[in-house]
């Protein structure tokens, strides 16, 4: 008989355990533990007979040895561990005892169509009360959407020639354009796409832009930077997609070919990224990822730009402000950056911990269960199911 047992990133660690099973459950030394037990348990039983004949202890624990024995041990089964994630083939173990085997079988489909069951009725709901279906859990795990927020406003420029570039932009153009006025301070604040915005630059100013044949800085007026860095940036931002995509889908980097992970994650991303910013309301439909990532691009290089400029001019306030910024951030946010940390990174491996321990005390209880026998077994058989 076949059993299917679904996991979620585990598949190794139970594939592992169910061939130890196998082996243990197997091996002369097991053997020699289950006539023991049956000697003690049948030592106990002749005794309870003895002084209680009428209550039929002794027929009652030797009728239900044998058919504990002969239903849950003798049988042998097949176990296929399914990985629901995606990231690992099933994994195939034979001589599986039948009473672990479909115990956990039935366990394990119940849960997950439970979950499945679930994730499809709240996928087809309207509005915010739904669940789409790129952040279900079956498909990416615990609080993705929220994962994929908090990766993308981290994102840098992978390339620090771009990142450098940029940044000395906005501190060599923009910071001046928007303190003399030629970009308004509250339109420059407010703006959901601040490097279109930063295209407005005065022409008599000029930055340091690297060339990228030469990998020399060549100074350019504000304009003509500003050109050279938009015909780089759509390149850079595919990057950028292309890594948050990896590090939110690594399984991607487990099949095909070396080339093959890069176009499937900008292809993953193009749709994961906007729906989680929707979920969260803070994007809207008429925004891309490629959007959503160049913004939050711009402002982490205007925060680089604000920091050159503070070194630059020797203002030990702005950097000490801005230290006191990032640590007063740091602060209030902590206590929810370390929930969300727990829940999504430590409460799967305690999930699979106790998991694996339920499965590894299967020879235990079966033992147990010789022991005792009678109503006792078949009680602690249930509790254990």
Not at 46 to 65: D, E, M, T
Not at 134 to 150: Q, S, W
């Amino acid at each position: 008989m076949n059993y299917e047992i679904f996991s979620y990133g585990n598949v190794d660690a139970l594939s592992g355990l169910f061939n130890a099973l196998a082996s243990v459950t197997q091996s002369g030394v097991f053997g020699n533990a289950v006539a023991l037990v049956m000697v003690v348990g049948f030592f106990g039983a002749f005794l309870a007979f003895a002084f209680a004949p009428q209550r039929l202890h002794g027929p009652k624990w030797l009728a239900s040895v044998i058919l504990i024995y002969l239903v849950m041990f003798i049988p042998k089964a097949t176990v296929q561990v399914v990985d629901k994630t995606g990231t690992t083939a099933p994994a195939v173990i034979d001589n599986v005892p039948l009473g672990l085997a479909a115990q956990a079988g039935i366990v394990s489909s119940i849960g997950s169509t439970l979950t499945d069951l679930f994730e499809t009725a709240l996928t087809v709901l309207p509005g915010p009360s739904g669940i789409p279906e790129e952040m279900t859990f079956t498909n990416n795990g615990l609080m993705f959407g929220a994962r994929l927020v908090d990766r993308s406003r981290r994102s840098v420029f992978d390339d620090p020639r771009m990142r450098a570039d940029v940044a000395n932009y906005f501190r060599n153009c923009t910071f001046y354009d928007v303190s003399q006025g030629f970009i308004a301070a509250d339109a420059f604040s407010s703006s959901t796409d601040i490097w279109a915005l930063a295209a407005n630059s005065n022409p008599a100013r000029f930055t340091g832009v690297t060339n990228l044949s030469t990998n020399v800085i060549e100074p350019l007026a504000c304009p003509a930077a500003y050109a050279a860095i938009n015909a780089r940036i759509p390149a850079a931002v595919s990057s950028v997609m292309s890594r948050i995509g990896l590090d939110l889908n690594p399984y991607l980097q487990l099949s095909g070919s070396p080339t093959l992970p890069g176009p499937a994650a900008l292809t993953l991303i193009a749709s994961q990224l906007p729906t989680a910013y929707q979920r969260a309301m803070i994007g809207t439909a008429s925004e891309d990822a490629a959007k959503h990532v160049l913004q939050n691009v711009m402002i982490n290089s205007v925060k680089d730009a604000s920091s050159l400029m503070s070194q630059a001019q020797g203002d030990s306030s702005a950097l000490l402000m801005q230290l006191a910024r990032t640590q007063a951030a740091t602060q209030i946010n902590s206590q929810s950056i370390v929930s969300s940390s727990m829940m999504s990174e430590a409460l799967p491996l305690i999930r699979n911990g106790i998991e694996a321990m339920l499965y590894g005390i299967f020879p235990l209880v079966l033992l147990l269960a010789l022991v005792f026998g009678g109503v006792q077994a078949v009680q602690m058989l249930k509790a254990y199911a």
